[in-house]
């Protein structure tokens, strides 16, 4: 350092000069990633990014990529099975893209929506207890939809219940509110 300058501003400098090179050191030598709207671009390491988002609800999202980290596969059409209970997701938008989806299993979160659900033709077991469920009408067209778990979605109009009910039968566990 310069004879010239003040002591105070020659320590001031060093440990600016010394936290720069830390930082320079540490962002060289630690794994990074590059991120845009949650879906990973770049990574130093030349490593293959994250598949892009395949749902809306990141937290859908994450439970997918749970399953495909579990089974070793990320062919969405792969997945038969989706299990997601208690995972804080509050929307389904975008689900369809499981298009060999058969069980799904979303009890105790914050969904509101069905709609996603229609066209899932392979869907045969859905178990959405405890969530903010008011319309079920989207899984009424579901060819082989055969056991529905709707317990403590209080909203539901029991007339539609009675729909669902004349479709799969005694394998509907409507909430207590419509139960006879």
Do not use: W
Not at 98 to 126: F, T, Y
């Amino acid at each position: 350092m310069p004879q010239n300058i003040h002591p105070r501003i020659s320590r001031q400098l060093s440990t600016c000069v010394a936290v720069c090179l830390t930082l320079v050191v540490t962002a060289c030598s630690s794994s990074y990633r590059v991120v845009l709207n949650d879906n990973v671009v770049y990574t130093p390491t030349g490593s293959t990014p994250a598949r892009p988002s395949l749902v809306n609800d990141a937290n859908l999202q994450g439970c997918l990529n749970q399953q495909f980290a579990s089974t070793g596969n990320d062919d969405p059409d792969s997945i038969t099975l989706l299990a997601c209970p208690a995972a804080g997701i509050e929307s389904i938008a975008g689900i369809s893209v499981l298009k060999n989806l058969e069980q799904l299993e979303l009890s105790d979160n914050g969904i509101s929506d069905l709609s996603p659900l229609r066209g899932m033709a392979s869907l045969r077991v859905l178990s959405i207890r405890n969530n903010r469920i008011n319309n079920i009408s989207p899984i009424f067209s579901l060819p082989l939809l055969r056991f529905v778990a709707l317990q403590g979605n209080t909203s539901i109009n029991c007339s539609q219940l009675d729909t669902l009910q004349e479709k799969i039968g005694n394998t509907l566990n409507p909430p207590d509110t419509c139960k006879q």
